[in-house]
């Protein structure tokens, strides 16, 4: 099988206990994603890796077409019995290429529909028109699951006809492994949200820093912590610029790019994730199994991510002001903000443990094993 995905650091993150429990199950599996630093870090795990060419942003035809023409020259090659793609340009060409190259097996992973879909609806939008046609193309394998994250993204692509009933199947998440992500009593002293994100205006970013504005000065002492960097390469990035100003300006701490988010949520009180959209957001299902209140958007994904007014607070996407409210709520009223944590704790055991996504996945694999034909062509 081939896992095909845009950054090796997100196979790494977001799907490395699947590749390894389908090797176990006795998949040879292979891992196709553009060249990077973690690259390594995939061959260690005894992966077979191979390198395609993906553009960041998108706004060149020419390289666009040329990753459709490297995936299927790959499964040309290849020949994979399933090919598993993660992430939105994958599962685009990679859908369009494994039905050109025949691939008996296709499992599309659509964790969001990317930034084309929570842009704000102001009449035709070629741009939209053009991904739910690509969808339609990419999805019309006869032998293939297209698993989403919230039922919200199955309806946009069901109402638009990209996927059929029968085909689509709800799995939230990519897992937490609630060893590592465990609750531990809250540190003393003025309480801290944190965000943990790229750096992107449509996870909220520039929410988030209005809100601490916001709240300046509180009496609560409360603390405003920032994970995460610009991501240059993706339309959405803040700059550079901007994230030195906030630096700069300190209503909100820079904490950079951190691999110790386990640790990072278990010392401060509050999850902040004030996004547009999501599939099902990784970060507030860490914060869940680390026992953390939340405060999110009303958008799909996030309100998926938790039970409202149970694991944590929603408010309406794009408010500052209401995410502020929000947040200073749960900053003064510590009983409310921990049963909201000892509530996500138990939401994260009983539907977010790894182990019962990981399992999921190989049943879904099993399935279109069983049922795949000799070959897949893209018109029949």
Known sequence: MLFLVNNPAFF?????????????????????????PSVPLILEQGFIHHVVPMSRSGSKPLEELGSLVAFWRLFRRLRPDLIHAVTIKPVLYGGIAARLAGVPAYVAAVSGLGFIFTRREGGFDPLRLAATLLYKLALGHRNSRVIFQNVSDRQELR??????????????????????YAP?????????????????TDKGVREFVEAARITAGHAS?????????P?????????????????????????????????????????????YREGL?????????????VV?????????AIQPDVTGLLVPVRDARALADAVVQLAVDAPRRQAMGAAGRKLAEDAFDIERVVEAHLRIYAQLLDDAPHAESITG
Request: hydrophobic share 45%; with cysteine; proline share 6%.
């Open 159 to 180: 109402n638009a006809g990209a996927v059929q009933p029968g085909q689509a199947v709800i799995v939230r998440g990519s897992g937490v492994d609630l060893a590592v």
């Open 231 to 275: 991501d240059l390469g993706n339309p959405a990035s803040i700059t550079e610029a901007e994230f030195q100003q906030w630096q700069e300006e300190g209503a909100v701490i820079c904490m950079g790019e951190r691999d110790d988010i386990a640790e990072l949520y278990q010392n401060a009180h509050i999850v902040v994730l004030p996004s």
């Open 12 to 36: 790494l993150s977001h799907r490395l206990p699947i590749a390894q429990a389908a090797r176990d199950a006795g998949y040879e599996v292979h891992v196709a994603t553009m060249d990077g």
């Open 281 to 293: 957001p990784r970060s507030l299902v860490e914060a869940a199994a680390c026992g953390r209140a």
């Open 296 to 304: 999110t958007t009303d958008v799909p994904g996030c309100r998926d």
């Open 184 to 200: 531990k009593r809250e540190p003393e002293g003025a309480p801290i949200a944190i965000m943990a994100a790229r750096l992107l």
């Open 221 to 229: 002492g409360l603390r405003w912590v920032l994970v995460g960097a």
